[in-house]
């Protein structure tokens, strides 16, 4: 669960209690709102160094144990105790401290079992906070292992990838099937033009919807274009909603990647167990900079964030896959090196699209976004924003995209526009705004003038009609001594009665001469729907779009499941009431054993071990002249006597040991939150 989906849940009156809590306060008093804070990575800087020091050690055991993943209370405390002394009493003060700062949060199962998690998107955030990853680029020494390394193929970045895939869609058509679903053919084409390695996303266990009919990479687009709000489900069909799709064509690069990885790690680091530490470790290192594989794996040793993982989390898979990843959706650049010191990887991220870049920079206008050549090639430059390359994508067939981009215009994608509603004039007008020209070149618009005077002449309607649209084309028809005998009567002066099962050949034949035509076959009424939306060419500079991603809690518009789902829980409250009831009873027992240090008789001892085993406290020991806290873990007892098995806290190998009651002079008892007697 993110910020987004918990602000649909939390009352405006818990919201502001959370700003109001200490650890706030300096973001507080910078104006902003707990929202705000969360996710404002100087404000969690400071919030980490005002935590009392055992919600700190909850926070960051539960990170280091679990990562990403929402943990089990009576897991979570069971392995806070395990790797930090603090007593049960003491985790649920860290607990109740965190949750009521917005920090952590839980909900109940219907069972009443309750389960912690920090919001998916903070995640990183705190991790880098807790555990900044500092690392030095690579030296010029080292800068000849570049050269001898193998650079991995060129990977567009996601927004361009799904660009395409979204312009592939939109010409398929978005009609479902009988089980709700693309068809096949739309599907092939969706993951044709995507360069994403689909066993990226393997690794993390995914499921998701149609498995059967969509391969991963395609429920992956369809995520894609939910999650950005970009379509939407409607009756036997997916809609554009077409406000958002121009906002987000809108954004410029930096902003619509920052946003998608956003998107990708909130889906992503709940699957990715112990190695999300690694991709948290990684979105916040420089762009541009080249970096080793190896300094990432020594600080995950050195800073012990994997060690700690419980085996069902650990194995799922290693932290060299995110580069892998990464690098097949076009953020990061890998180069494999081999040399006397063995294998190494090399990365760096190419644009401003990890934690140091968010801010978002205004849309670059400039009047020559492309170049037409005669022959209809059509050469990109880099800063030609998404509103110019959605209606490339429609005129043309892309050749190449990487620095500079190449596509070219032919007769059947000049036909596939004037499909989808646009014109000879439209498509000049449009070549010629992008272009910055007042003019084409001459041959290159006679060329349109031939491939647009005979695209789309011809259609097909249920009746089935060969409809011609002039008493001309219907004459070429006629005289055409292989289509002549597929018509079985002719209907007005331009119509044509034809077998429905020879419409494919006829259809070739038409292609064949020089006149494709329309695809599909009309039914009636005609409506003035078309397929591909249009977007307005040109971004203004003074419009900085700010498309944020809509709540990720869907039914029908879901592709992925979530792999950790938590919205159809019961979020808790966070009240610290249940946590404080065991010490509001304090006045049942006698003062003088939380108050002063003193020597009691065995049996005493034994009843001031078992109070602080009933309310999960530590206790304080005088053991050989010297004070030593002790967190008791239970009580045995043999042959009439009794002793007690628990953890001393300032032994530096954590292990329980045996103390029997003779073994400590003085004794009392530790309430977490009371101070210390004087």
């Not at 006397?340 to 990365?347: A, C, I, K, P, Q």
């Not at 020559?368 to 050469?379: A, F, S, V």
């Not at 003193?598 to 109070?611: A, G, M, N, V």
């Amino acid at each position: 669960m993110n910020i987004q989906q918990l602000l649909g849940k939390l009352s405006e009156q818990r919201e502001e209690r959370f700003i109001l809590a200490d650890v706030w306060r300096p973001a507080m008093q910078r104006g902003l709102s707990w929202r705000e804070a969360a996710l404002d990575r100087e404000a969690v800087q400071s919030a980490a160094e005002r935590l009392s020091a055992n919600a700190l050690l909850v926070l960051k055991t539960m990170l280091r144990s679990f990562a990403a993943v929402p943990a089990q209370e009576e897991r979570l405390i069971t392995a806070v105790r395990k790797h930090t002394g603090l007593s049960g009493a003491e985790c649920h003060m860290g607990l109740v401290e965190l949750e009521e700062a917005g920090i952590l949060f839980s909900v109940r199962k219907v069972w009443g079992e309750k389960i912690f998690f920090i919001p998916v998107d903070c995640f990183s955030i705190w991790q880098q906070s807790l555990w900044p990853f500092q690392t030095d680029p690579l030296s010029s020494a080292n800068q000849e292992k570049l050269i001898n390394g193998k650079i991995r193929t060129h990977c567009r970045p996601l927004g361009r990838q799904l660009l395409s895939a979204f312009a592939a869609l939109a010409q398929s058509g978005l009609e479902l099937t009988k089980k709700g679903a693309l068809s096949k053919k739309t599907v092939a084409k969706l993951v044709q033009v995507v360069e994403l390695d689909e066993q990226c996303l393997h690794r993390f266990g995914l499921k998701w919807t149609h498995r059967e009919l969509y391969p991963l990479k395609a429920a992956f687009i369809l995520e894609a274009g939910a999650a950005i709000g970009l379509l939407q489900s409607g009756e036997g069909a997916l809609k554009w909603k077409e406000d958002s799709l121009t906002s987000w064509l809108e954004l410029d690069e930096g902003s619509r990647e920052r946003q998608l990885m956003d998107w990708c790690l909130r889906l992503l680091l709940p699957a990715g167990g112990a190695s999300s530490h690694a991709a948290a470790a990684l979105i916040g290192l420089e762009a541009r900079l080249w970096y080793s594989e190896r300094d990432v794996e020594e600080w995950l040793k050195k800073t012990r964030v994997e060690t700690f993982m419980n085996a069902d989390l650990n194995v799922r898979w290693p932290a060299p896959c995110w580069y892998e990843l990464f690098h097949s959706l076009g953020w990061m650049e890998l180069v494999d090196c081999c040399g006397s010191d063995g294998r190494e990887r090399l990365f760096r991220w190419k644009g401003s699209y990890s934690a140091h870049a968010r801010g978002s920079a205004a849309v670059e206008v400039n009047p020559h976004y492309i170049t037409i050549q005669p022959n209809g090639e059509l050469i990109v430059e880099p800063s030609c924003p998404f509103t110019i390359r959605w209606e490339l994508e429609l005129l043309a067939e892309r050749v190449s995209d990487e620095q500079v981009a190449v596509y070219q215009l032919k007769p059947v994608t000049v036909a596939r526009a004037l499909e989808n509603g646009r014109t000879n004039k439209s498509i000049q007008s449009f070549l010629m705004e992008a272009s910055g020209s007042d003019s084409l070149p001459s041959a290159f618009e006679a060329l349109m003038e031939v491939w647009t005077s005979r695209a789309c002449r011809y259609s097909f309607a249920e009746a089935v009609l060969l409809r011609c649209d002039s008493e001309q084309m219907a004459e070429l028809v006629e005289k055409d001594s292989e289509m002549a005998p597929m018509l079985l009567a002719k209907l007005g002066a331009s119509d044509f009665m034809v077998d429905k099962s020879q419409l494919d050949e006829i259809r070739r034949l038409l292609q064949q001469a020089g006149y494709p035509p329309r695809k599909g076959v009309q039914s009636y009424p005609e409506t003035d729907h078309k397929c591909y939306p249009f977007v307005k060419h040109l971004a203004k500079a003074s419009r900085n779009s700010a498309l944020t991603f809509t709540p990720e809690i869907k039914s029908a518009d879901t592709f992925i499941y979530e792999t950790c789902p938590l919205h159809h829980f019961e979020l808790t409250d966070g009240s610290a009431s249940e946590s404080m009831q065991p010490f509001l009873q304090l006045e049942q027992v006698p003062a003088i054993w939380t108050k002063q240090l003193r020597s009691y008789h065995h049996s005493t001892r034994k009843e001031l071990i078992e109070q602080a085993l009933e309310w999960q406290t530590p206790v304080q020991l005088r053991i050989e002249q010297e004070l030593r806290s002790f967190v008791p873990e239970r009580i045995e007892q043999q042959n009439g006597t009794w002793a007690v098995v628990g953890l001393l806290r300032d032994e530096q190998e954590r292990q329980l040991i045996r103390l029997t009651p003779d073994m400590w002079e003085e004794m009392r008892l530790v309430i977490p939150g009371l101070a210390d007697p004087t």
